[in-house]
């Protein structure tokens, strides 16, 4: 690999935040930028916009035209140097007289990676590769984990007040987090390709589980319903409202199948597994949102969901907004489950991150499984 250039840093930024534009429309494809400079001037940008589009490489290429002879491209992923949906951008590169390539992250798949940079250097283009390399990696963690893995990239989120109550005892929760914070979750589910809920939240808001942002145009995700017993209403506001998204209701195998005649009637899709404690085996639900493509999911559901989730080890990743406001009891819990018995055992959070969101506070990080004497009791 070639040496790191001084100004390289600042064109794979501009990478990134080319990649960015892509959110919510590319799984299970990854999201990628691409930016191609001659002479310290930008000649051309692109990203990958939508399943089987043109890639990034390709897009900055051709926006750059005969300028791309002789320049470098900045690409946030490793170029591609197979034919899949597309051909291979490699050849692109080789085509368009690029002489250097620099490279945020090697392709995770271990069946490929390293096989693009190879390639071109073997043709005599130098390559550098780990640019940026942190940012690329949290861009595409979903795309990460579901290459590895089979399974999707898991956001456990929660709003609460500061005494942990996510709803009144009747079951108010609207609105427990201010503006700034709901905007936040709307983006959250703009990049996510699934956002989960149990029945119960339906049953008690009726929500829509749609992306709905101030400045532009959101992507709906898949809408996952955890409802054993396929009780969900068929006038439920998610399948009566107009979205390109479906909803996915998961049952257990012993549900009547003529509840899952009559959802799939009103527009639902249904699917049934084993049995587990959030009503659904959710291990066995992440392999099938896998299978269907799905590489990130956001889980907003209730107190149970958010327990089961943890005690199944699910969750990789954790974002609790906490408003400045105080129920003073007799609220819903922020987690509802058996729990552990010693401090020692409860979960824990690494990578912590603090923020303000107008007056509310986030605190993320990625849990921590509690030690081995500990699981048993959660």
Not at 259 to 288: I, N, S, T, Y
């Amino acid at each position: 690999m070639s040496v790191q250039h001084p100004r390289d840093e600042f064109y794979m930024r501009l990478a990134l935040e080319s990649a960015e534009e892509g959110a919510g429309r590319t799984a299970p494809n990854p999201m990628v930028g691409a930016v191609v400079v001659r002479e310290h001037r930008v000649v051309g940008r692109g990203f990958h916009a939508r399943l089987g589009g043109a890639h990034a490489e390709v897009q900055a290429i051709d926006a750059a035209g005969i300028n791309a002879r002789g320049a470098t491209l900045y690409v946030t992923l490793e170029p591609c140097n197979h034919f899949g949906r597309t051909p291979p951008c490699t050849a692109k590169i080789l085509e368009a007289g690029i002489a250097r390539v620099v490279v945020a992250m090697e392709d995770p798949n271990p069946r490929v990676a390293g096989g693009g940079n190879a390639h071109l250097q073997s043709r005599g283009l130098a390559v550098t590769c780990g640019v940026c390399r942190g940012e690329a990696e949290e861009l595409n963690q979903g795309f990460i984990k579901h290459v590895r893995s089979g399974r999707p990239y898991v956001v456990l989120k929660w709003a609460a007040t500061l005494d942990g109550f996510i709803a009144t005892g009747s079951g108010d929760s609207r609105w427990v987090s201010g503006p700034a914070a709901r905007q936040r979750v709307h983006r959250l589910r703009h990049r996510s390709d699934a956002v989960l809920v149990g029945i119960g939240t339906v049953r008690a808001d009726n929500p829509r589980l749609t992306t709905r942002l101030e400045d532009r145009t959101g992507a709906d995700p898949l809408r996952v319903i955890l409802d054993s017993h396929l009780s969900l209403p068929t006038d439920a506001r998610m399948l009566t409202q107009d979205s390109p998204a479906a909803t996915l209701v998961v049952g257990d195998r012993g549900a009547d199948p003529r509840r899952r005649a009559r959802l799939e009637a009103a527009g639902a899709q249904v699917v049934v597994g084993p049995r587990g404690p959030a009503g659904v085996d959710l291990p066995w639900l992440m392999g099938h949102l896998g299978e269907l493509g799905v590489t990130s999911l956001l889980i907003e559901g209730g107190s149970r969901v958010a327990a089961a989730s943890l005690a199944a080890g699910i969750v990789d990743r954790l974002m609790l907004f906490y408003a400045p406001k105080i129920l003073g009891g007799g609220g819903v819990p922020i987690c509802r489950g058996p729990g552990v018995e010693r401090m020692a055992d409860c979960w824990r959070l690494r990578d912590v991150r603090q923020s303000r969101l107008g007056d509310d506070l986030l605190v993320e990080g990625s849990p921590v499984r509690p030690p081995a004497a500990g699981i048993d009791k959660v």
